[in-house]
């Protein structure tokens, strides 16, 4: 699994727990399948966030494009 899958999944779990909710009410927001929402969050998935899909996490949550990909460290300098 690669550092932009990581990050992504990170990502989301933080707007999971932002919104108190969970994948299978993520996956209904976004017209998705459940089980593949759960599937694809789910640690050392081998299935992955598509570009597709981070970018329409980003719009349904009201996320700057790119967010999920970014970097938390980069983003912000001073907690290294």
């Not at 699994?1 to 969970?22: C, F, K, P, W």
Request: charged share 25%.
């Amino acid at each position: 699994m690669g550092q932009l899958d990581t990050t992504r999944r990170s990502h989301v779990y933080e707007l999971l727990e932002e919104n108190a909710i969970g994948p299978e009410e993520l996956a209904y927001c976004l017209g998705k399948e459940p089980k593949v929402m759960n599937a694809m969050l789910r640690q050392g998935s081998h299935l992955h966030i598509s570009d597709d899909l981070a970018r329409q996490i980003e719009q349904a949550f009201s996320k700057p494009a790119f967010w999920l990909d970014g970097d938390s460290l980069s983003e912000n300098p001073t907690t290294h």
